[in-house]
Structure formats: structure tokens, C-alpha cells
């Protein structure tokens, strides 16, 4: 049985920091990409970040320069590091494995100005 689950979400000022983790059990981060995904009250689920299984990282626009993915292949857990919030990223985050169609429950990250 495959689980995603997120952790690392809460409330945090605006140009605050969060990591946000995605641990995997019964499905391996190293051979399959991974996607960070968000969805703000009344909007639709957009992506964030992604790593792929040889480590290629790719990011929206929004998140370029302020959020990084990563990976521990030894824990099969996906990070994201989150820098200099905004109340705009305000959002539900989700991990996501794109191949399988697998989604974490998700967890909440507010920002407040």
C-alpha cells in the first residue's frame, strides 16, 4: 500500500522560512519524479517544484529563486525548502508522483503579512 505523506506546513510571518517533507513508504522517490504541488482557497492546484529521478529540478515562476527541491535517497524523502514567504503562497502543498498518480494528503502553509 502506497503512502505520501506531508509534513512541515504551519503558520509563519512573511519572509519566513518552512520545510516542507514528503516521506514515501511502499514507493521509491529514486526511481520515480516527484512533484510539489499547492492550492490556494477558490484556485486551481498548480505545480510548484519537481525533481526527477536523475535529479533534475524544475520550478514554477513563483517559486523560482525563494523555494528549492531535493531529495534523500537514504530516507526516500522529498524536501521543500521554502524562503522569503510570501501571503501569497498561502496554500495547501501537495506531493505528488506523477508516474503512478500517487497524492500526499497535503498540509497547510499560511503566510501572514
Known amino acids: 500500500q502506497v503512502q505520501l505523506v506531508e509534513s512541515g506546513g504551519g503558520l509563519v510571518q512573511a519572509g519566513g522560512s518552512l520545510r516542507l517533507s514528503c516521506a514515501a513508504s511502499?514507493?521509491?522517490?529514486?526511481?520515480?519524479?516527484v512533484g510539489w504541488y499547492r492550492q490556494a482557497p477558490g484556485k486551481k492546484r498548480e505545480l510548484v517544484a519537481i525533481?526527477?529521478?536523475?535529479?533534475?529540478?524544475g520550478y514554477a515562476d513563483s517559486a523560482k529563486g525563494r523555494f528549492t527541491i531535493s531529495r534523500d535517497n537514504a530516507k526516500n524523502i522529498v524536501y521543500l525548502q521554502m524562503n522569503s514567504l510570501k501571503p501569497e503562497d498561502t496554500a495547501v502543498y501537495y506531493c505528488?508522483?506523477?508516474?503512478?498518480?500517487?497524492w500526499g494528503q497535503g498540509t497547510q502553509v499560511t503566510v501572514s503579512s
Open positions: 505528488y508522483a506523477p508516474k503512478d498518480d500517487y
Open positions: 511502499g514507493y521509491s522517490f529514486i526511481v520515480n519524479d
Open positions: 525533481i526527477s529521478s536523475s535529479g533534475g529540478t
